[in-house]
């Protein structure tokens, strides 16, 4: 249990496994003993992070593979704007988006998943709805 509380406690992720659901087998039993566990921050720097379940050669242990795609230089944090509030049905828009993601995984993989989805949908909203903030700003 302090395992998982660990993991909890720093929002760690672990991703779902191709090629198979458990990493270790006998004659008789099967379980998931071996995993890559991320932090979300990740993939702000990351993107493509996979893990997969290779053969098995002499041993009772699946090996996994951890991939990670190409590293993301100059990302801009995400920010959450107060004007956004002062538009009508805000609020029920970004509630209606959060339902409509659909995500496979454990709790925090789908967390974070739904959270990303989110960001991308903010910010081209915030694109259709006010146009590009920071040239505006900039001209002020």
């Given at each position: 249990?302090?395992?998982?509380?660990?993991?909890?406690?720093?929002?760690?992720?672990?991703?779902?496994?191709?090629?198979?659901?458990?990493?270790?087998?006998?004659?008789?039993?099967?379980?998931?003993?071996?995993?890559?566990?991320?932090?979300?921050?990740?993939?702000?720097?990351?993107?493509?992070?996979?893990?997969?379940?290779?053969?098995?050669?002499?041993?009772?242990?699946?090996?996994?593979?951890?991939?990670?795609?190409?590293?993301?230089?100059?990302?801009?944090?995400?920010?959450?704007?107060?004007?956004?509030?002062?538009?009508?049905?805000?609020?029920?828009k970004v509630k209606a988006w959060w339902a409509s993601y659909l995500f496979q995984g454990n709790p925090s993989f789908i967390l974070a998943k739904k959270l990303a989805a989110l960001k991308?949908?903010?910010?081209?909203?915030?694109?259709?709805?006010?146009?590009?903030?920071?040239?505006?700003?900039?001209?002020?």
């Open positions: 249990m302090d395992f998982f509380d660990f993991i909890s406690l720093h929002g760690l992720m672990d991703i779902p496994m191709e090629g198979g659901l458990y990493t270790w087998s006998n004659t008789s039993s099967t379980s998931r003993i071996d995993q890559f566990l991320f932090s979300p921050l990740l993939t702000d720097h990351f993107t493509r992070f996979s893990q997969k379940r290779l053969s098995r050669v002499l041993s009772d242990h699946f090996p996994i593979l951890s991939e990670g795609g190409s590293h993301q230089r100059g990302r801009t944090p995400f920010c959450f704007e107060n004007m956004w509030l002062r538009v009508e049905n805000f609020l029920d991308l949908d903010l910010k081209k909203w915030n694109e259709m709805e006010f146009g590009n903030v920071t040239f505006k700003e900039q001209q002020l």
